[in-house]
T-cell receptor, first 114, second 113 residues
């Protein structure tokens, strides 16, 4: 059981280039999330998808777009990368079960924009 | 949204019990308390979750007083591998509600030999 898989693990872009970060989960979770984490900081929510077919903005959505391709996959796109988008990006999915929501995270993508 | 306050850092020695307290004065009736652990270069990992009183699993205990305005994560007999950042989050249990969760800076726990 792979859990949440993110690709690529590392990426270097030049300012203005575009790229898509891929995320897939195999736990049949309804909700998926994209976070960024800057050095020494907590995670900030970029976009989320509460269920298949829906997406919505989080705390820091500017410069990003997302696609919930199906229940398993949730991609994050940078249309024109900027140095301020240098960060570590984490994808997560969530399970309700008994009790509160629990997040399951991928291993992250280290992105550098030069 | 319930705001949480936790210490920025803590040091401990191997074999000791570590208690990290989180304050959440405006917790709502529907809110659960969840703790995550994050190692460098990894995504956060769920540790424990509770609503009231005490919850225990194979790695930690979570103590929640009756007024639920604070919670304490207890790690028994820590080892060097427990060095990590620990996040306390408070949020409701509906699907997609994690969008309301705020990851602060967490508590950097350093376990010393």
């Amino acid at each position: 059981n792979a859990g949440v898989t993110q690709t690529p693990k590392f990426q270097v872009l030049k300012t203005g280039q575009s790229m898509t970060l891929q995320c897939a989960q195999d736990m049949n979770h309804n909700s998926m999330y994209w976070y960024r984490q800057d050095p020494g900081m907590g995670l900030r929510l970029i976009y989320y998808s509460a269920s298949e077919g829906t997406t919505d903005k989080g705390e820091v959505p500017n410069g990003y777009n997302v696609s919930r391709l199906n229940k398993r996959e949730f991609s994050l796109r940078l249309e024109s990368a900027a140095p301020s988008q240098t960060s570590v990006y984490f994808c997560a999915s969530s399970d309700i079960g008994q009790g509160g929501e629990k997040l399951f995270f991928g291993s992250g993508t280290q992105l550098s924009v030069l | 949204l319930a705001k949480t306050t936790q210490p920025i850092s803590m040091d401990s020695y191997e074999g000791q019990e570590v208690n990290i307290t989180c304050s959440h004065n405006n917790i709502a009736t529907n809110d659960y308390i969840t703790w995550y652990q994050q190692f460098p270069s990894q995504g956060p990992r769920f540790i424990i979750q509770g609503y009231k009183t005490k919850v225990t699993n194979e790695v930690a205990s979570l103590f929640i007083p009756a007024d639920r305005k604070s919670s304490t994560l207890s790690l028994p007999r820590v080892s060097l591998s427990d060095t990590a950042v620990y996040y306390c989050l408070v949020g409701a249990f509906s699907s997609g509600s994690a969008r309301q969760l705020t990851f602060g800076s967490g508590t950097q726990l350093t376990v010393l030999p």
